[in-house]
DNA sequence: CTGTATCCATGGCGATACTG
DNA sequence: CAGTATCGCCATGGATACAG
């Protein structure tokens, strides 16, 4: 957080949030992550000892506050954090419309469930429990399989069977489901050229069940 | 660039944006730099290495675009680079309501003449040559005194004594100028507590030739 | 669950000089 | 004017282990 030697408050707000990973953790934060390990998971690839470091920071800069519930500690955004919300959200357009291309190493099947998990709209699912489950072609076997459990309003997302009956399974690339997920591949199409393929009783359902991230809504450049 | 390994759009973007000096490199194309020795007055504490670095990744990207005109390069921003003009936008607007305190390394009297020169309402300057005297008393004596000429609708800043009549003097701590030049700062309640003083037969006009940074009229939190 | 403590390698970046 | 070239530091941050 070396300083930039400027006035101006485009270099002085970017002294705070360029570092890496920082506007990572307010993007968690603005999805709703309240805990250190919630933070995590929304950014495996970040070292704890970081992920501490960086809390610290945000809350010296009045960005964060931590608080104490029953000994457990909890990270919410301050109004100056909750103002980034219209700035995390530009960047996310801008990359959406911008930076197509994603890499090998971007396609984390942990991460994707991790977001499909709090952004499911569970008003158009049954009552009851309905299990989802997705096999994934290309990836490591160990984490090809995932199963998303939703009972009555409560979400929970499993990488060993649960053993429960299925709803429906989908049977696809990981890149393609997540580009699916990002609104990169519309879903009737995709079907149609069986880069993705749906069984199941409620197969016909998990189109709409599914969704797709907030940003997949951003207009595309032409 | 190293990537986050996640094919959020917000990191996607990161990955490109939050390297150290790319945003501002950017905040300069967009205030209309085009030339490279422009874009290194924009920030002077960068390293022309790095400049160079860095345009070269924007250009890699798509955000930037570089063309030769008579052996000149310039320097221009893509649709795509454009379009981040609400970010930051944003990232300025966020700056100058949630970090108001400037260290001492933050004021360049340097930095503050050139964002002048560059967004001076030259229409209500009078036509012919106006020239404008800057004193700042608490900063060394070779960066003490500053001058602004106005000669039809062409703005220079000069370091050294140009040698015309000035129409006005105005003199003040430089973290004072800078206070009012952001809007942090009123004209009229500085003059009154004899923060500034402004000499010459055109004192009273100075506040209104000066004008504000565009990021002044941003409302600050109560 | 919520972090801390350590260690270490890397490479980013600052500084400076120089060139066509 | 518009960059390259070179050098070397040190801080960043990745990895891992461990603790209250």
């Known amino acids: 957080m070396s300083s930039y030697g400027q006035f101006c408050p485009v270099a002085k707000a970017m002294e705070l949030l360029d ?3 920082t506007l990572l953790v307010i993007r968690e934060l603005l999805a709703g992550s309240t805990h250190f390990n919630d933070l995590r998971r929304g950014n495996p690839k970040m070292s704890p000892a970081l992920l501490s470091k960086r809390l610290r920071t945000l809350e010296r800069a009045g960005v964060v506050r931590r608080e104490l519930h029953d000994g457990r500690s909890s990270y919410t955004l301050t109004p100056a954090g909750e103002e980034l919300r219209p700035v995390v959200e530009g960047l996310g357009a801008w990359g959406i419309r911008w930076i197509g291309s994603l890499g090998e190493e971007d396609l984390d099947p942990h991460l994707l469930l991790w977001d499909i998990h709090r952004t499911i709209p569970l008003e158009v699912w049954p009552s009851g429990r309905t299990v989802l489950g997705f096999e994934f072609a290309d990836v490591a076997p160990r984490i090809a399989r995932w ?66 991230m907030k940003l997949a809504a951003v207009e595309r450049p032409a």
């Not at 459990?149 to 429960?164: E, L, M, N, S, Y």
């Not at 489901?177 to 079907?191: K, S």
């Open 147 to 212: 199963w998303l459990c939703v009972t009555d309003g409560d979400v929970d997302v499993c990488d060993a069977d649960p053993g429960f009956d299925l709803s429906a399974t989908v049977t696809t690339r990981l890149r393609t489901m997540i580009r699916l997920w990002r609104g990169d591949l519309r879903w009737p199409g995709a079907l149609k050229e069986d880069l993705v393929s749906i069984s199941g009783v409620a197969a016909r359902d998990v189109p709409l069940w599914l969704g797709h």
């Open 19 to 21: 570092e890496r990973w």
